[in-house]
């Protein structure tokens, strides 16, 4: 049975979420959540419609690898998931996703949307470019 991934980008206001597999070595932006009062609630129902096994979260450090305050609010939110799901969660460095994400992103659009509507875009692709570098190195 392949593990299944959930990568995660996480923001202040938003966690972009990307799923993947053993399997398949691929990863996909999945969706973005509020980062909110039901954000917990809403991961669990994603972690079960998706059967994911383990949890990968970006780690974002500064260009030097030093931590930085959103690096400490993310080991927070680690330790929040790590005790409602029980499940494995892995860090994964994530400088430059952002930006590679909006890039990408981008690259590929071809309408103009909504500039909220780009930036969940956008967070569910760090999310996956998050989950696919954990996915390259396994």
Known sequence: MPEVYLGIDFGSKR???????????????????PN?????NALAKTIKEWQVTQIILGLPLDMDGEEQEITRQVKNFAR???????????????????FEAERQFKSLRQNSQAKAKNKDQIDAMAAQIILQSFLDQN
Not at 36 to 40: E, H, K, R, S
Not at 82 to 97: A, C, G, I, S, Y
């Open 36 to 40: 909110n009062g039901d954000l917990y």
């Open 15 to 33: 966690i972009g979420l990307a799923l993947g597999n053993s399997f398949t070595g691929a990863a996909r932006a999945l969706s973005v959540l």
């Open 80 to 98: 929040k998931i790590k005790h409602h799901t029980q499940l494995p969660l892995n860090f994964v460095d994530e400088r430059l996703t952002s």
